[in-house]
């Protein structure tokens, strides 16, 4: 199991609607993507700022 904050759910979600593909597939297809083309990941130290409220 992967914990995926809300705030990076909500529009995969959204997505999921709209196109009725899985919204574990579209994470599934992006992470792939990521791979395929070497991307690396940028880790921010500072604290995450919350755009919507709980």
Avoid: E
């Avoid at 979600?13 to 599934?28: E, G, K």
């Amino acid at each position: 199991m992967i914990r995926i904050d809300a705030i990076w759910l909500r529009p995969l979600i959204v997505l999921d609607n709209a196109h009725r593909v899985p919204y574990q597939s579209l994470i599934n297809l992006y992470l792939r993507d990521c791979l395929a083309h070497s991307r690396k990941v940028k880790i921010n130290t500072q604290p995450a700022v919350r755009l919507f409220s709980r």
